[in-house]
C-alpha cells in the first residue's frame, strides 16, 4: 500500500541525515555531540520527590487538558512573566511543544481559505514539525527566508497579497531555533497587525525564551493582548529547555478562548494526556524560578566563552537567545555537510549541517553554508569543543 502522497517529499529527519553522512567515519578525536538541543544542566531538585510522593497517581486517568493546578500554575507564570491575566480555559497542558504545534495546525487550519488551498507561513530555517503539520491539513507550505539580510526573522509581510490573503498560519520562533535571533516587540506588532490585516493566525514557538543574553524576549501573546488582539496568537512554551526537563515531555499553549477550545476538542479525541506525576512536577516548575535563574547564568557564561573563543571568525553572530550558534562555513570548507563530515573526521566534533533545518527556496537553501552547534555541554567541555572546532574549520581564526 502506498504511503499519504501529501508526506512523499518530506525529506529525512535532521539526525538520521546526519548518521548516514557520518557512517563509516572514525571521529579524530574524543567525541563531542554537540548536536542535538537536549539541555545537560541540572533539573530542579524538587522532581525527584515529587514524582516519589505521586507514584500512585499513575494508576489514575489524567486530566486531557491539565489539572487545575497545573494551568493555576501556567496562568501564575504568565501573570509574573509577561503581564498577562489568562483564565484556564484559555490554557493547554502539552506532551511538550511539537505535539501542541502539531496538533494546533490540525485544529485550527480550515481545508479552503477563499476558496483557494490554505497556505502556512514557515520561517526558513525552521524547526521541522511546523513543515509537517502543513503537510498533513494539506496546506502550501510557503517558506520564508530568515537570514543575516532580514536579522534572521522571516519578513512575511513582503509576501505578495495573494498568498497573505489564504494564509492560516504563520509560525514564528523566537529566540529562533537555529540562529539564536530575538523578534522584538516592533517586529511583533508588525506580524500580528499583519495577522489581524488577512485573517490568519501566528502560532508563536516560544520554548527557547527562558534563556537570553540581555534582556528576555517579548511575548507574542502579550504584545497581541496589548493591541487587542489576542485571539490571533497561540503561543506554546515548554520546561524541556526553561527547566533542563526534556524527558518530561511537558509544555503547554495559550491563545485565545475559542482557539484553546478547539485544540482541546480535538485533543480529547486524539492526545495522550500528560500523566498526573508529570502534572504535578509541571505545575511545581511553573512555580519557581529559581532553578531557571541558576540555568540561565551558565548558558550565559556560554555565550561568553563562544564570543571569546569565535568572536574573530568571519560572520560570527553572538547568540541574542537559545542556546544555539549558527556558524558559518569558510568557502574553502565547502557546504555545511563538509563540514560536519570535517569536523567528526579530524576533531570528532559532532554538529548538525545547518541544511538540514532548511529547505531550498529561490536563492538555494539558506542553511547549506551553516551549521548548528549546541551549547549544552558543561562550560569547560564546550571551551575546549569551541576551540577544537576553531581550528579544525577556521584554522586557529
Not at 511546523?130 to 502550501?140: N, R
Not at 499553549?253 to 498526573?276: F, K
Not at 569565535?310 to 549558527?326: E, I, K, M, R, S
Not at 539558506?366 to 572546532?389: C, H, K, M, S, Y
Request: aromatic share 8%.
Amino acid at each position: 500500500m502506498a504511503i499519504p502522497e501529501r508526506f512523499s517529499n518530506l525529506p529525512d529527519y535532521a539526525f538520521p541525515r546526519l548518521r548516514k553522512l557520518l557512517a563509516g567515519i572514525e571521529p579524530g578525536g574524543d567525541p563531542l555531540i554537540l548536536t542535538i538541543g537536549e539541555p545537560r544542566h541540572d533539573m530542579p531538585a524538587f522532581v525527584g520527590p515529587i514524582l516519589q510522593d505521586s507514584l500512585a497517581d499513575f494508576g489514575k486517568y489524567p486530566a486531557n487538558e491539565g489539572t487545575p493546578e497545573l494551568l493555576a500554575a501556567i496562568s501564575g507564570w504568565l501573570k509574573r512573566r509577561h503581564g498577562l491575566d489568562v483564565a484556564p480555559e484559555r490554557i493547554m497542558a502539552l506532551n511538550g511543544t511539537r505535539e501542541g504545534l502539531f496538533n494546533a495546525g490540525l485544529a485550527l487550519s480550515p481545508e479552503t481559505k477563499n476558496g483557494q488551498r490554505p497556505a502556512i507561513l514557515i520561517p526558513n530555517p525552521f524547526y521541522q514539525v511546523y513543515a509537517v503539520a502543513a503537510a498533513a491539513v494539506g496546506a502550501e507550505p510557503v517558506f520564508v527566508p530568515a537570514t543575516a539580510a532580514t536579522g534572521h526573522m522571516p519578513r512575511f509581510a513582503d509576501l505578495p497579497a495573494e498568498v497573505l490573503d489564504r494564509t492560516t498560519i504563520a509560525y514564528l520562533c523566537s529566540p529562533a531555533n537555529p540562529q539564536g535571533a530575538i523578534a522584538g516587540e516592533d517586529y511583533m506588532e508588525d506580524l500580528i497587525a499583519l495577522a489581524d490585516r488577512h485573517d490568519f493566525l501566528v502560532f508563536s514557538d516560544e520554548c527557547y525564551s527562558e534563556i537570553w543574553r540581555d534582556a528576555p524576549p517579548p511575548g507574542a501573546l502579550a504584545v497581541a493582548t496589548r493591541m487587542g488582539l489576542a485571539d490571533r496568537v497561540v503561543m506554546f512554551n515548554s520546561l524541556s529547555k526553561r527547566s533542563n526537563l526534556p524527558g518530561l515531555r511537558s509544555g503547554f499553549a495559550a491563545g485565545g478562548a475559542g482557539q484553546i477550545a478547539q485544540m482541546r476538542r480535538l485533543r480529547s479525541y486524539a492526545g495522550a494526556p500528560l500523566p498526573l506525576p508529570l502534572q504535578r512536577v509541571s505545575a511545581a516548575a511553573w512555580g519557581d524560578e529559581g532553578h531557571v535563574d541558576e540555568s540561565r547564568a551558565l548558558y550565559q557564561q556560554k555565550y561568553a566563552i563562544a564570543d571569546r573563543v569565535l568572536g574573530n571568525v568571519p560572520g560570527y553572530q553572538p547568540v541574542a537567545g537559545g542556546f544555539f550558534l549558527w556558524l558559518p562555513v569558510p568557502e574553502s570548507v565547502g557546504d555545511s555537510e563538509d563540514a560536519a563530515r570535517k569536523l567528526w573526521a579530524e576533531a570528532g566534533i559532532q554538529v548538525l549541517p545547518g541544511a538540514y533545518l532548511a529547505r531550498d527556496g529561490a536563492g538555494g537553501n539558506p542553511g547549506r553554508n551553516f551549521i548548528r552547534v549546541a551549547l549544552v555541554a558543561a562550560a569547560d567541555q564546550t571551551e575546549a569543543a569551541l576551540n577544537r572546532l576553531k581550528n579544525c574549520l577556521y584554522q586557529g581564526g
